[in-house]
């Protein structure tokens, strides 16, 4: 009496094994991963194919990632990332190592997850709702695949609410991939999937590999194209028409941008009259990373940042908002030339807003030009930007830059 298990059925000993083995049978059945067979770490190219070398070390740290995770399996792994990235691989990769160690494992995109618990309700079905869910919920392993492809019903929400739910209050090991931002996700999912105690996010930065290959090197809304003569080697100190304290500080701004173009961390906000040298800066910040071996910035005027995402509402558009501004939001490096010129709406305030700020959340490298001084920007980005432990902002003294004449250039000339 008082025993926890009084009065429950216990099955005697000579049944445990076949009970277990019963439960690996279903477990195999719902996985069908005879067809992820392929899918192994050794499979797996952790380099990536033709990546810039920030992408390649954020590649091989995911697949350490989950070579460590395959080898003990405890808490929860969160892979986010693009379509192709490499998710489905090294989430597959990491059921095969435990079913080679001989672990009872349960892979199953979402989609089919839902389609397998309404399955139970057919008059035909030999399996109960409730024995399915349970093989589900209490798997010793579960893996779940592309979480928010499935229809978000009520009913789809509430299911996958109980099995999070339940897996979150008993620590079982879950490893989930997800298209989506973490913020898109259901609330009271994404509430279990932001706790740091139990789950470890790693987002996946590589593009697709089925597209490897293919020119992807450059957002189709970067117009760094347009600017690959700004560098640091053709900006013009204009040492002749400045007055001294103009010279100095415009040379303290070149020295800053320097430095943040080899190591970008935080934002960069550049300020100053139109022409006095602004864009060139960020341009060529934009431009080294490029010649050391980085990834593309992508670098884009705020007026036609705004335009593209507007574009996006059109019936005849291609590419949908989300991707749009999921495009812009987590560029590896985002250089806004021209904030404030802008037609300043509500929406548009609201856009730049979201974007800026889940930049400044995440630390993510960011350098703006603006021409209005810094107590004129919108409040809330101000307030950002004002940030002296993550943002750097430097007003730029020079006038506008007209040209010189060439008497004056051939006279630079002698001088050197």
């Given at each position: 009496?008082?025993?926890?298990?009084?009065?429950?059925?216990?099955?005697?000993?000579?049944?445990?094994?076949?009970?277990?083995?019963?439960?690996?049978?279903?477990?195999?059945?719902?996985s069908?991963?005879?067809?992820?067979?392929?899918?192994?770490?050794?499979?797996?190219?952790?380099?990536?194919?033709?990546?810039?070398?920030?992408?390649?070390?954020?590649?091989?740290?995911?697949?350490?990632?989950?070579?460590?995770?395959?080898?003990?399996?405890?808490?929860?792994?969160?892979?986010?990332?693009g379509?192709?990235?490499?998710?489905?691989?090294?989430?597959?990769?990491?059921?095969?190592?435990?079913?080679?160690?001989?672990?009872?494992?349960?892979?199953?995109?979402?989609?089919?997850?839902?389609?397998?618990?309404?399955?139970?309700f057919?008059?035909?079905?030999?399996v109960?709702?409730?024995?399915?869910?349970?093989?589900?919920?209490?798997?010793?392993?579960?893996?779940?695949?592309?979480?928010?492809?499935?229809?978000?019903?009520?009913?789809?929400?509430?299911?996958?609410?109980?099995?999070?739910?339940?897996?979150?209050?008993?620590?079982?090991?879950?490893?989930?991939?997800?298209?989506?931002?973490l913020?898109?996700?259901?609330?009271?999912v994404?509430?279990?999937?932001?706790?740091?105690?139990?789950?470890?996010?790693?987002?996946?930065?590589?593009?697709?590999?089925?597209?490897?290959?293919?020119?992807?090197?450059?957002?189709?809304?970067?117009?760094?194209?347009?600017?690959?003569?700004?560098?640091?080697?053709t900006?013009?100190?204009?040492?002749?028409?400045?007055?001294?304290?103009?010279?100095e500080?415009?040379?303290?701004?070149v020295?800053?941008?320097?430095?943040?173009?080899?190591?970008?961390?935080?934002?960069?906000?550049?300020?100053?009259?139109?022409?006095?040298?602004?864009?060139?800066?960020?341009?060529?910040?934009?431009?080294?990373?490029?010649?050391?071996?980085?990834?593309?910035?992508?670098?884009?005027?705020v007026?036609?940042l705004?335009?593209?995402?507007?574009?996006?509402?059109?019936?005849?558009?291609?590419?949908?908002?989300?991707?749009?501004?999921?495009?812009?939001?987590?560029?590896?490096l985002?250089?806004?030339?021209?904030?404030?010129?802008?037609?300043?709406?509500?929406w548009?305030?609201?856009?730049l807003?979201?974007?800026?700020?889940?930049?400044?959340v995440?630390?993510?490298?960011?350098?703006?030009?603006?021409?209005?001084?810094?107590?004129?920007?919108?409040?809330?980005?101000?307030?950002?930007?004002?940030?002296?432990?993550?943002?750097?902002?430097?007003?730029?003294?020079?006038?506008?830059?007209?040209?010189?004449?060439?008497?004056?250039?051939?006279?630079?000339?002698?001088?050197?």
């Amino acid at each position: 009496m008082g025993h926890p298990d009084f009065g429950r059925a216990i099955p005697c000993r000579c049944k445990a094994a076949e009970i277990e083995e019963r439960r690996r049978a279903r477990l195999r059945a719902l996985s069908n991963m005879s067809v992820l067979e392929h899918m192994t770490f050794d499979s797996f190219i952790p380099e990536g194919i033709g990546l810039p070398e920030d992408r390649r070390r954020n590649l091989r740290d995911a697949y350490e990632t989950a070579r460590r995770y395959a080898e003990r399996p405890e808490g929860w792994l969160l892979f986010l990332g693009g379509y192709g990235c490499g998710k489905t691989h090294l989430a597959a990769a990491i059921a095969n190592e435990r079913l080679a160690c001989g672990d009872a494992v349960l892979f199953i995109a979402v989609p089919d997850l839902l389609d397998y618990l309404r399955a139970t309700f057919s008059p035909t079905s030999s399996v109960a709702y409730d024995e399915r869910f349970e093989v589900i919920r209490q798997a010793p392993l579960l893996i779940l695949d592309d979480l928010g492809a499935h229809a978000s019903t009520p009913w789809a929400q509430e299911k996958l609410y109980q099995i999070f739910n339940y897996r979150y209050n008993t620590r079982l090991p879950t490893v989930i991939t997800s298209n989506q931002r973490l913020e898109d996700i259901e609330i009271r999912v994404r509430s279990r999937l932001s706790d740091p105690s139990l789950v470890q996010i790693v987002t996946i930065l590589a593009p697709d590999f089925r597209r490897a290959g293919v020119e992807q090197s450059q957002s189709e809304l970067s117009t760094l194209s347009l600017h690959r003569d700004q560098t640091f080697e053709t900006f013009e100190l204009r040492e002749r028409e400045l007055s001294a304290s103009e010279y100095e500080n415009l040379k303290r701004a070149v020295a800053l941008a320097k430095a943040y173009a080899e190591d970008p961390k935080g934002w960069l906000v550049f300020t100053g009259t139109f022409g006095c040298g602004k864009t060139h800066l960020a341009a060529a910040i934009a431009n080294r990373q490029i010649a050391l071996g980085r990834s593309a910035p992508m670098f884009v005027v705020v007026p036609d940042l705004l335009d593209h995402l507007r574009a996006t509402f059109s019936p005849d558009s291609l590419v949908s908002y989300d991707k749009r501004f999921e495009e812009v939001r987590n560029a590896s490096l985002l250089i806004l030339d021209d904030l404030g010129t802008e037609s300043a709406t509500p929406w548009a305030r609201e856009k730049l807003f979201q974007l800026l700020n889940y930049r400044y959340v995440a630390q993510l490298p960011t350098v703006i030009t603006t021409s209005d001084p810094i107590d004129q920007v919108e409040p809330r980005l101000r307030t950002r930007m004002l940030d002296a432990s993550r943002c750097t902002v430097f007003a730029i003294e020079a006038p506008a830059y007209h040209g010189e004449t060439a008497s004056r250039k051939r006279g630079r000339s002698r001088r050197r």
